[in-house]
């Protein structure tokens, strides 16, 4: 049963085997020997009265951690409003600088002063811009006191902003991506009309002058009624003379898109009958060509005739009552607007626009409440 040769070690194993088959002893590793395996690591999972220990210290602490988070989103002053709705241009300056760009001599006594502005809606928030036909521009001349001047130009046409209402929207082209970037500066031409006794800084100036344009004033012409009709009134009559002849001119280029008249694509006949005092007084001679071709409006002029003998001297007018439309530009001469109505009268034109009359005001938001 034993080899010869055997170690202790190997006749001690022996042995005990023998014993064990035996039934004398049980099998058991020899005291002496190393186990060369570690010991597993033992894991005693939680008791149910252990573990809500836990989940209440963990709850005691969770206020803590909440109003650390609160006072590190409220640790900026004003911090909500980052996140309020803003108005295009609500934060940008009422006054901004304007460039002198030229004058064209109309009479003279009187300049058409062209001007470059300012436009972008980015900049120009649109409470302050230039938006109806009759609207007066706002001008400060080396940070003199404020003038309100006659506008000769019509508003700008939305095909101007089209880019930057994009952008003011947020919109992205496809191959975009949003970054910080400066802001939008768009620029136009924008036409005064003004005389040598009314504005004389303006009248006189020049690119060594320091121009500065404001909000413009009024709301314009209320041309919202039943006159942007163009088949209930395809007559149209305007009456201008002073500095309304500035506003005439607005309303004959203004766009559809800026609460122009759409004058072409009315089918009635369309009159401008234009006052002055002298021959040398009329202003535009050589643009009225131009008016009538764009606009269809026949111009006709007159130094001496009141304007009631002008329209009754007019043998190629041809109107209905019910169907037209008169338009009174003064330039401030109630008694000249009074003369007018009174020939509206006579001739049963109920549909009359005063300069002396303006449009309702629009009411603005800001940061969600009433202006």
């Avoid at 002893?25 to 220990?53: D, E, G, N």
């Avoid at 409470?127 to 001008?139: I, L, M, P």
């Avoid at 764009?294 to 007018?317: E, I, Q």
Wanted: glycine share 6%; with cysteine.
């Amino acid at each position: 049963m034993f080899a010869k040769g055997m170690s202790s070690m190997q006749l001690s194993r022996s042995m005990a085997v023998i014993s064990a088959e035996r039934g004398a002893l049980p099998i058991a590793r020899p005291a002496h020997t190393v186990s060369r395996c570690k010991p597993a690591l033992s894991y005693r999972t939680p008791s149910a009265q252990a573990r809500w220990s836990i989940t209440r210290a963990a709850s005691a602490k969770e206020p803590q951690t909440e109003v650390a988070e609160e006072e590190d989103l409220w640790q900026y002053a004003e911090r909500d409003q980052w996140y309020a709705a803003r108005f295009a241009a609500d934060d940008q300056p009422d006054w901004v600088a304007g460039s002198f760009l030229r004058y064209k001599q109309l009479t003279p006594t009187i300049r058409e002063v062209v001007v470059g502005v300012e436009i972008s809606r980015e900049r120009i928030p649109l409470r302050n811009a230039y938006k109806h036909v009759g609207q007066r521009a706002c001008v400060r001349i080396n940070s003199g006191t404020e003038q309100e001047v006659p506008v000769s130009s019509p508003p700008f046409p939305q095909s101007l902003l089209r880019e930057v209402l994009l952008t003011v929207r947020g919109d992205l082209y496809a191959e975009e991506t949003k970054t910080a970037r400066e802001l939008t500066s768009v620029t136009a031409e924008l036409s005064l009309f003004v005389s040598s006794e009314e504005y004389p800084d303006i009248y006189k100036l020049s690119a060594e002058d320091t121009l500065e344009i404001g909000p413009f004033k009024g709301s314009g012409l209320d041309l919202r009624g039943s006159l942007l009709g163009i088949f209930q009134h395809p007559t149209v009559v305007i009456f201008a003379q002073g500095s309304g002849i500035a506003t005439a001119k607005a309303l004959l280029l203004a766009s559809s898109d800026v609460c122009g008249l759409n004058l072409r694509m009315r089918t009635g006949e369309k009159r401008l009958y234009y006052r002055a005092r002298t021959q040398a007084a009329l202003t535009y001679a050589e643009e009225y060509e131009a008016w009538e071709e764009a606009t269809g409006v026949k111009v006709v002029t007159a130094t001496r005739d009141s304007f009631a003998d002008m329209f009754d001297d007019d043998d190629t007018l041809e109107y209905e009552p019910a169907s037209t439309a008169a338009i009174l530009l003064t330039g401030g001469d109630e008694e000249s607007e009074e003369e007018l109505l009174e020939l509206c009268k006579e001739a049963e034109i109920n549909c009359i626009v005063r300069q002396s009359v303006e449009g309702a005001l629009t009411e603005y938001l800001a940061k969600g409440k009433g202006a």
